[in-house]
């Protein structure tokens, strides 16, 4: 066995007769416990909250979506419609139009957007399932509506109301100043047939319609739109796909995949687990003072033995090294001891919902590699170099 490695694992786990520094090295032990289980618990945390954000966005935006460049809406050509059904991975596409619209409801008003759809859209977005009252969009209800919960509780809408209309205006395109309000916008009424839930945000910015009355309200041509979503096969690889489009549609379309919708809301979720991670770390840089104390503690209760070790021909390297390999080892172990207690912790979380953050509602964590060894190789990096700087008291003056 190593010298140095030998002489390091004796003077950890021997008793000192020093019950002071037995305390100091049982305190560094726990602090390193506990800085590792709590930046594991944290970065479990924000995977967590990453996962389930991310699923409201896969119910809401499609994995690439294609816009103009110039101009609200074009016209979707024969060509357009063969790059996408050659393309290779592109399982579906729907046609869509988006547009912001002015509300109207028994004298309550509201200003949020309509999404006309056609009936590809529910194989392209899962956003049907989120209908909690009433139903989905329905072929023989051509004016039919879908409305967000915070437009239906804006406006009190309900569902199958046939006494008062939704009415929904947008403002007629044209040039110059309005002479005539009344013929300023152009309206349909609708008829809301469903209400769903997903997050505040989009229940509150979007109303769904068929893409036919959406054309119609907005003087639309028949082959008119203001955006296609696809939905690409799972196995397929995203960055090539549109990359393709982007070669084959040329420069006069904008395409995005759901990352990029969403660049924002995604800068955000890294920006704070970025942060929760280097607090984290300063609180365990802390936490490893401990340990410096407690090696630098061995170091003057040795300090004799070390002598003994000098004269017996071990050089201040090979002795360093003890101490170096001491700090290491306390700090591994806690690491150790601290992962797998989080490890533990967060399969309790995820099998029994312990902690909550509604009451039906439990807080989301995820078992992650990636977590594992960030915080490994952050505890050991740390603790190495913390055990650097105690052994660094030793001098060839310390043991003559």
């Known amino acids: 066995m190593n010298f140095s490695l030998y002489i390091a694992k004796r003077y950890l786990f021997s008793k000192s007769s020093n019950n002071t520094i037995n305390i100091i090295t049982l305190i560094a032990g726990v602090g390193v416990i506990v800085g590792s289980l709590a930046l594991f618990i944290v970065l479990s945390g924000f995977s967590g909250l990453r996962t389930f954000s991310v699923g409201f966005l896969n119910t809401s935006d499609p994995d690439i979506k294609i816009t103009a460049k110039k101009g609200k809406s074009f ?8 790059v996408l059904e050659q393309e290779n991975g592109v399982l579906n596409y729907s046609k869509v139009i988006e547009e912001r619209a002015f509300f109207e409801y028994n004298k309550k008003t509201h200003i949020a957007f309509i999404k006309g759809v056609d009936t590809n ?43 008062e209309p939704l009415t929904i205006y947008v403002p007629k395109p044209g040039k110059g100043y309005i ?19 997903l997050t505040d945000d989009v229940d509150k910015k979007f ?48 395409i995005k995949n759901r990352e990029q919708l969403n660049s924002v809301f995604y800068k955000m ?13 300063l609180i365990l840089i802390i936490a490893l003072f401990n340990v410096i104390g407690a090696v630098i503690m061995m170091i003057l209760e040795k300090k004799d033995n070390l002598k003994t070790l000098y004269n017996l021909g071990a050089n201040i390297k090979q002795i360093k090294k003890v101490f170096i390999l001491q700090g290491f080892l306390l700090t591994f172990f806690g690491m150790l001891i601290g992962v797998s ?32 060894v960030t915080v490994v190789i952050t505890i050991l990096v740390l603790g190495y170099i913390a055990s650097i700087i105690a052994s660094s008291r030793i001098s060839k003056k310390l043991v003559e």
């Open 121 to 163: 859209y529910t194989k392209v977005n899962s956003i049907d399932t989120t209908v909690y009252i009433g139903t989905w969009l329905d072929k023989n209800i051509p004016y039919g509506t879908v409305i967000g919960n915070g437009i239906s509780n804006t406006l009190s809408v309900g569902v199958f109301d046939f006494i």
């Open 75 to 82: 016209i979707l050509n024969d060509t357009i419609k063969s």
């Open 341 to 372: 207690s989080g490890i533990i912790l967060v399969l309790i979380q995820k099998k029994y919902h312990l902690f909550k953050i509604t009451q039906h509602l439990a807080y989301p964590v995820e078992l992650t590699f990636l977590n594992i």
């Open 269 to 281: 979720l890294n920006t704070e687990n970025l942060t929760s991670y280097l607090i984290f770390t």
């Open 179 to 197: 002479t005539n309000p009344n013929n300023a916008f152009s309206r349909i009424d609708t008829q809301p047939i469903g209400i769903f839930a």
């Open 207 to 254: 109303t769904f319609v068929w893409l036919t009355a959406a054309q119609q309200l907005l003087n639309y041509k028949e082959n008119q739109i203001s955006a296609i979503e696809l939905k690409l096969d799972k196995n397929s690889s995203l960055d090539k796909i549109q990359n393709s489009l982007i070669t084959k549609l040329g420069n006069k379309f904008t």
